[in-house]
């Protein structure tokens, strides 16, 4: 691509956080903002426009505080959300890669999109610039950092307010500009709002040190640990199958871990993720990579811990059906063979 598109929104919702809103449409984008850069991340262009909220008729007061916006002031200034669009994609032109901070912004512009019968353009996959994940790659953050401490970080001038649509894509493309961003070019990110149909092969993508996998979406959770195909390690250098030293486990339900050994280029570390759409239903997110020593002892030490976790919870059982056995009808979970293990053992040919 010879040219990015920097984008920011503001959306509304109801107007209590944790009152229900619609559920095709949780959040109303009401203002979007961006900057097109060139090949060199020389700003030529930004765009903003205000949008006319249809949905939720009243701002949050959260919103309003945040972005200073009113719903006088949208009703009197913005345009249907299709006919801002519209003029937001004949800017965009036809050769370009979006930017963002953080992974929510392409989510809720195309929920509001279908909402309103626009049809998507845009690839599947769609790939863009997760630039919030690559900030803290480059600085090596712990953290998602917000934008404008990163924005401080960077030493870049306050020359504008954060928390509005334009501003913000202006101080996202500043970020963008000093942090050295060509270097972490490689480092795409997949949007999940549409994934691969059960009949299609799910999308693969390879990075200089590690691979990712995102599944087609499963009626049940357990579909995805049975599926053979999503739960196979392969090395990520010669791409062979591997044979698990410590089989996939989990300590939170959302997150899965294993670890196999290469002969050739050593120990490869996979995780799953898994995430939840809007139908209800479950999809993985499958990441592998080669590890070092603390990697292999990272793995290992969360397999203690759900080891440790479930022999307390077997012995909570077993003190409870020991007191009311009758009432309870209580029996005490199973431990697995890899818990009962010692740590040594786990790694043993």
């Known amino acids: 691509m010879s040219q990015y598109v920097v984008m920011d929104l503001e959306w509304n919702q109801t107007p209590a956080f944790h009152s ?14 961006a900057v097109r850069l060139d090949e060199h991340l020389k ?23 945040v972005t200073h916006l009113t719903m006088e002031e949208l009703r009197a200034k913005g345009r249907s959300f299709p006919e801002v669009m519209d003029d937001f994609f004949t800017w965009c032109g036809d050769d370009y890669m979006f930017c963002t901070w953080g992974s929510m912004d392409l989510t809720e512009l195309q929920r509001n999109m279908v909402y309103y019968g626009m049809e998507l353009p845009f690839p599947v996959p769609f790939l863009y610039y997760d630039l919030q994940k690559i900030y803290g790659m480059i600085t090596g ?25 334009a501003d913000d894509a202006w101080y996202t493309a500043k970020v963008m500009q000093k942090m050295n961003f060509l270097s972490r070019k490689a480092y795409v990110s997949t949007d999940y709002y549409r ?21 087609h979406p499963y009626a049940v959770k357990e579909d995805i640990l049975a599926d053979r195909e999503l739960t196979r390690i392969c090395c990520t250098k010669c791409h062979r199958a591997l044979r698990k030293k410590v089989r996939w486990f ?51 030490g969360k397999k203690e811990d759900q080891r440790r976790k479930r022999a307390a919870r077997n012995r909570r059982l077993r003190m409870e059906e020991a007191k009311a056995p009758q009432k309870t009808g209580l029996r005490p979970a199973s431990g697995s063979a890899i818990g009962r293990n010692r740590r040594r053992k786990m790694l043993e040919p």
Do not use: W
């Not at 229900?20 to 903002?33: D, K, Q, S, V």
């Not at 390879?206 to 995102?214: A, G, I, N, R, S």
């Open 20 to 33: 229900p809103g619609l559920a095709e449409l949780p959040f109303e984008i009401i203002e979007i903002g």
């Open 43 to 65: 700003i030529v262009s930004e765009f903003q426009g205000l949008i006319r909220p249809s949905v939720y008729r009243k701002m949050n007061r959260k919103i309003t505080e």
């Open 141 to 165: 953050s712990p953290v998602m950092e917000s934008l404008d401490k990163a924005a401080a970080e960077m030493a870049i001038a306050a020359e504008r307010p954060f928390h509005r649509a």
């Open 195 to 215: 994934l691969p149909g059960e009949d299609e092969e799910p999308f693969f993508l390879k990075f200089p040190d590690y691979e990712k996998l995102v599944s």
């Open 250 to 300: 989990t300590t939170n339900q959302r997150y899965y871990y294993c670890l196999a050994v290469c002969p050739e280029h050593g120990y490869v570390c996979g995780k799953i993720r898994v995430k939840k759409t809007d139908d209800g239903r479950f999809f993985a997110v499958k990441t592998t990579r080669l590890t070092d020593e603390s990697g292999v002892e990272l793995v290992i």
